[in-house]
Nanobody
Framework: QVQVVESGGGLVQAGGSLRLSCTAS????????MGWFRQASGKEREGVAC????????YIADSVKGRFTISRDTWEKTMYLQMNNLKPEDTAMYYC????????????????????WGQGTQVTVSS
C-alpha cells in the first residue's frame, strides 16, 4: 500500500505564496489518484484540489480556483499544490491523500473516497 508524506506548510502573510509537496512511497505512484484536503479549526475536512492518476484531469474547489494549482511528477512520485494570493481563510491543516483507481480519467473529490492519508502540514495566513 502507498504511504504519503506532506511538506511545505508554514506561516505566510496574506497575498503570499506557498508550495506544498506530497511524496509517495510503497506502491506504484501512477495507480493512484491524489488529492489535497484541508481542515480548519472547528470545520469539516474539505477538498481543495485533486488530480487523476496520470495528471490529465483535475478538480479545483471554487474557493481556491484561480489561486491554487495542482500537479504531479511521476518520476519524483510527488504531488504539488502551488498556492498563490493566500488569504486568511486559507488557514488550515492541509492533508495529502491517495486513492487507488482503475481508470485514468477518474478524479475522486470526496474525503471518503480516499483511503491513504498523510499526517498533515499546517498553513497559517496572517492578515
Amino acid at each position: 500500500q502507498v504511504q504519503v508524506v506532506e511538506s511545505g506548510g508554514g506561516l505566510v502573510q496574506a497575498g503570499g505564496s506557498l508550495r506544498l509537496s506530497c511524496t509517495a512511497s510503497g506502491a506504484t505512484f501512477d495507480n493512484y489518484a491524489m488529492g489535497w484536503f484541508r481542515q480548519a479549526s472547528g470545520k469539516e475536512r474539505e477538498g481543495v484540489a485533486c488530480i487523476s492518476r496520470m495528471g490529465d484531469e483535475t478538480y479545483i474547489a471554487d474557493s481556491v480556483k484561480g489561486r491554487f494549482t495542482i500537479s504531479r511528477d511521476t518520476w519524483e512520485k510527488t504531488m504539488y499544490l502551488q498556492m498563490n494570493n493566500l488569504k486568511p481563510e486559507d488557514t488550515a491543516m492541509y492533508y495529502c491523500a491517495a486513492a487507488r483507481v482503475y481508470t485514468t480519467e477518474f478524479v475522486p473529490v470526496r474525503p471518503n473516497e480516499y483511503r491513504y492519508w498523510g499526517q498533515g502540514t499546517q498553513v497559517t495566513v496572517s492578515s
